[in-house]
C-alpha cells in the first residue's frame, strides 16, 4: 500500500467523523483533535477505523502518533513495512 493510500484513508476516515471540515485547509501538523474540534471519542472512532481498514494494531501508547495528518501518515507507513516484512519473512 503506497503512502498515497494510507492518505487517502486517513483524509476518509477524518471526513467521515468531521464531515463539515475541510481537510485541504488543515496543517498536516496541526493537533487533529484541536483542528477537527472532535473530542477525545470522535478520536478513538478515528484510531478504531484506520485499526479496522489497515489491519494494524495500534497500541493506546501510540495514539499520540495519530494526532497529525503528518504524524499519522509517517507512523503508519513505518507500521505497515514492518508487518510488509514480516510477512515476507513468514512466507519466504
Avoid: C, W
Avoid at 467523523?17 to 488543515?26: G, K, M, R
Avoid at 472532535?38 to 477505523?49: E, G, H, K, Q, R
Avoid at 494526532?67 to 515476507?88: F, M, P
Amino acid at each position: 500500500m503506497s503512502a498515497v493510500d494510507v492518505d487517502a484513508i486517513l483524509r476518509e476516515e477524518l471526513a467521515n467523523i468531521a464531515p463539515d471540515v475541510e481537510l485541504e485547509t488543515i496543517d498536516p501538523h496541526a493537533n487533529l483533535r484541536e483542528a477537527l474540534d472532535i473530542d477525545s471519542m470522535d478520536f478513538l472512532n478515528f484510531v478504531t477505523a484506520i485499526h479496522h481498514r489497515l489491519v494494524l494494531d495500534i497500541p493506546e501508547l501510540d495514539y499520540p502518533k495519530l494526532g497529525t495528518l503528518a504524524g499519522a501518515l509517517d507512523y503508519l507507513k513505518a507500521k505497515l513495512a514492518v508487518q510488509r516484512a514480516s510477512d515476507s519473512a513468514t512466507r519466504g
